[in-house]
């Protein structure tokens, strides 16, 4: 029986950049053997890939060309997947609609904040009536700096939200479709690459027979 030939965590590192907010646990290992029974298998024969783990001579093969493709396949496999949420409603697909929402609420924010800040100047002018220009310039002049510092900080706020609202919004089917392909081809590439070494040094792979047309 053919183990796994590849763990869940180093998926993530060989097919997925750093950047990817996914955990171990969103590869699971049915996707795995999946990836390993549709195309690696065939490629390479069911006895070469059963003394891959077994067999210390090829140790190197695996870790180096076996398993980079191999990663490649599993992410084809689920990127469609993760584009998809089920539950006992039936399946759905996030949308842009929450963000809208949050942009708004942002906005809403934003004009209260300023209507605050046009009342607190209107008092500010008439206390200043009332104290003196002199004393009531230092405090307006402290004040508007505080506020300064403040309306800087809520802007760097705002942007961090921002980037995050936009980091978290879903694609679109053409964009799951072109990722999932682009995994595809890289790792059709990777496979034929372990494929090209086989066959360069066939005495290292007495147990290298894969299925007619595999690739």
Request: aromatic share 8%; hydrophobic share 35%.
């Amino acid at each position: 029986m053919i183990r796994f030939l590849i763990p869940p965590a180093e998926v993530l590192q060989l097919a997925f950049s750093t950047r990817d907010q996914l955990s171990a646990g969103a590869i699971r290992y049915p996707k795995i053997m999946i990836a390993q029974e549709r195309y690696i298998v065939p490629a390479l024969g069911q006895e070469l890939c059963e003394r891959l783990y077994s067999t210390p001579a090829y140790q190197l093969f695996l870790e180096d060309y076996i398993r980079p493709a191999l990663a490649y396949f599993v992410r084809h496999g689920i990127i469609e997947e993760l584009a998809f949420e089920i539950s006992d409603a039936g399946v759905g697909q996030p949308t842009r609609e929450q963000t809208s929402r949050t942009h708004e609420a942002s906005q809403t924010d934003n004009l209260t904040r300023n209507a605050t800040q046009a009342t607190e100047e209107s008092a500010r002018r008439e206390l200043a009536n009332v104290q003196g220009y002199q004393e009531v310039v230092i405090t307006m002049g402290d004040n508007h700096q505080n506020d300064t510092t403040t309306e800087e900080k809520r802007s760097a706020e705002d942007n961090n939200t921002s980037s995050l609202r936009t980091t978290l919004r879903a694609a679109t089917d053409a964009q799951c479709q072109m990722l999932a392909a682009r995994a595809l081809r890289d790792a059709r590439i990777l496979l034929q690459r372990a494929i090209s070494y086989i066959e360069q040094y066939p005495d290292q792979f007495p147990d290298y027979a894969p299925a007619p047309s595999s690739f």
